[in-house]
């Protein structure tokens, strides 16, 4: 049967997220919400103590330590399977892998502190690089391009050959165009496009649209992000039938489903 990508569930402890941002307040809301996307069939969770949505302000990394280190215990200690840690941080991923986080998803592919890559060696967990330009408070003041897709690729491929310089393990890198991270929606519709290009890497492709403005600007109407699951979906089974490994959502059950029925259609037809 043709694979489906996997679904990573995101868990947002954050007040200002831009949709879900406050809704997870206390440990035990995030750990709930956890499980419950667990039981609707996530494959991983995404654990984020700080915004990065546009305009977003940064936050210290005690706070961020504070938020999402409890949040990793509890699930880890509920659950078995793989964890996230979502910070640009290195004393946070630190941190989160000592709690049982197993991934460090780092939306400026260890580029925020010279430590990072040294400590992503060190840690010896996976790395999922993300494209930013700029940075969460700027990143969306006109961004521009020549070409979106060399351009991206290029920085990432430069990125995983410095991951690996500094001694991470080739398996251990994942890739992520960073769909909205200094993008127009156009932007963002090119490289869902043109996905395969980074498939061709030869690193596992994540892929984040989940409730993402570029919905709205298709359809107009959907101004209120959790007004976006078709959006959501059409973009999730786009980027699974170019090749993503993972895709990054807030709407797992239906996720889950969308994707397990794309596979077993393309099965059926092979």
Known sequence: MTRRPLVMGIVNVTPDSFSDGGRLGTVEAAVAHGLRLVEQGADLLDIGGESTRPGAEPVDAAQEIARVVPVIEALRARWAGPISVDTMKPEVARAAVG??????????????????ADTAAALGCGVVLMHMKGEPGTMQAEPRYGDVVAEVTSWLAARADAAMAAGVARERIWLDPGLGFGKTAAHNLTLTARLDQFVALGFPVLYGASRKRTIQSVDPSAADPTDRLGGSLALALEAARRGAAVVRVHDVRETVQAVALQAAVLSAGS
Do not use: Y
């Not at 709690?99 to 925020?112: C, E, P, R, Y």
């Open 99 to 116: 709690a049982g986080a197993s991934i460090w998803n780092d939306v400026s592919a260890l580029t925020f502190d010279p430590r990072s």
